[in-house]
């Protein structure tokens, strides 16, 4: 009886694949995801500008600096919280598809919407 | 001796977990890892699509987008944002203890993340009642004085609180579902059910929490604070 107990903490608590992250690197990522969210929210008190990229194309800088710090703190997340950093390679193929197929739904349908109009309509 | 006698049954019987079909726990948390990812990224494109008509119209009424979202309550947009980091942190630690196999710290901070959830979830309540008070839910009710436009202008304003509602309702439904989900696992973990070598049921609610985090992390800019 007691060998079959003993047998299931014979497993050791790290095995392969299953890496276990140390807590302090949860509490680091934590207080940095706080300190962006300050500092976006800072930001957004600040017109950093609109410049002129492309005749008619304004590019407003609040929202590309926005935007870079949510990327960063979705990163952290996925690498650290959701332990991609440390998953099998096919799980890391899959978050990274994820994300291509993202931007080409979003790329592809954006680009339509903004060079409309560029060669004129035809018929008129 | 006995002891011989006895060990032999617990190498043929299945540990605590295991479905038929894989070949040992390892193997089976793999598998489920890579179907939950594969969920999530089914959900990102479930979102990206609203996303994507945020991108468009944002870009068609810029000034409009603006002047609706100084309606929205920053300090309440970023208190939430807060909120849902903390809960991201004890839904990572719950499932770190989950790795060990510490029962009562799965539970506790199950119990926190839930918590958590539901000041979110208060917090989203009093903001949706703001909007109803103000006649700023797009509909037949909706009205844009309190934003000072009229005709076309008004109509745009109502596109940003369709995107505003379409957006972060999807994303309480997304917690409205996952906090009775976790309150199961919690349970479950209550039972005694997981140990450091069968624990997939943690690791996965966690993983759709963190997602469901992420979407916030992407919303509050957004909506919140166009300047």
Redesign the interface.
């Known amino acids: 009886m007691s060998a079959t107990t003993q047998a299931a903490p014979a497993h050791p608590p790290e095995r392969e694949g299953h890496h276990i992250v140390p807590l302090w690197i949860y509490f680091l990522v934590f207080a940095v995801l706080l300190l962006l969210t300050y500092v976006t929210v800072w930001v957004s008190h600040h017109d950093l500008g609109s410049p002129e990229i492309l005749p008619d194309v304004r590019v407003h800088l609040n929202v590309i600096v926005a935007m870079l710090i949510a990327i960063t703190k979705a990163t952290l997340v996925v690498l650290f919280f959701m332990h991609v950093k440390y998953s099998p390679r096919l799980v890391q193929i899959v978050v990274g598809s994820s994300v291509i197929w993202l931007i080409i739904l979003i790329g592809v349908t954006v680009s339509d919407y903004f060079s409309r109009g560029w060669l004129g309509n035809p018929g008129t | 001796m006995?002891?011989?006698a006895?060990?032999a049954p617990?190498q043929d019987a299945p540990p605590r977990g295991l479905a038929h079909h894989f070949r040992d726990l390892?193997q089976q948390?793999?598998a489920a890892?890579?179907g939950m990812?594969?969920f999530?990224?089914q959900e990102?494109?479930f979102f990206?699509?609203l996303?994507?008509a945020y991108?468009?119209y944002r870009?068609e009424y810029?000034d409009v987008f603006t002047i609706a979202s100084h309606h929205l309550n920053?300090q309440m947009g970023?208190i939430n944002?807060?909120v849902l980091?903390?809960s991201?942190?004890t839904?990572?630690?719950a499932v770190?203890a989950a790795?060990?196999?510490h029962r009562q710290q799965i539970v506790l901070f199950l119990i926190l993340t839930i918590l958590l959830g539901g000041v979110f979830l208060g917090v989203k309540v009093v903001e949706y009642k703001e909007k109803f008070d103000h006649h700023l839910v797009p509909g037949p009710h909706f009205s844009g004085h309190e934003l000072k436009l009229e005709g076309d202008r008004e109509r745009h304003a109502q596109i940003y609180y369709s995107l505003y509602f379409a957006m972060t309702g999807l994303h309480a439904l997304h917690m409205i579902i996952g906090v009775p989900i976790i309150l199961w696992i919690a349970w479950r973990a209550w039972r005694g059910e997981f140990?450091?070598?069968y624990n997939a049921p943690v690791e996965l609610v966690?993983?759709y929490w963190?997602?469901v985090?992420?979407i916030w992390?992407?919303l509050?800019?957004?909506l919140y604070?166009?300047?």
């Open positions: 006995s002891a011989v006895s060990h617990s390892d948390q793999s890892t890579l990812w594969l999530i990224a990102v494109m990206g699509g996303f994507l991108t468009i870009s810029n920053v970023a944002t807060a980091i903390c991201s942190l839904m990572a630690i770190h790795a060990l196999g140990s450091a070598a966690g993983l963190h997602f985090d992420i992390i992407f509050f800019p957004l604070l166009i300047s």
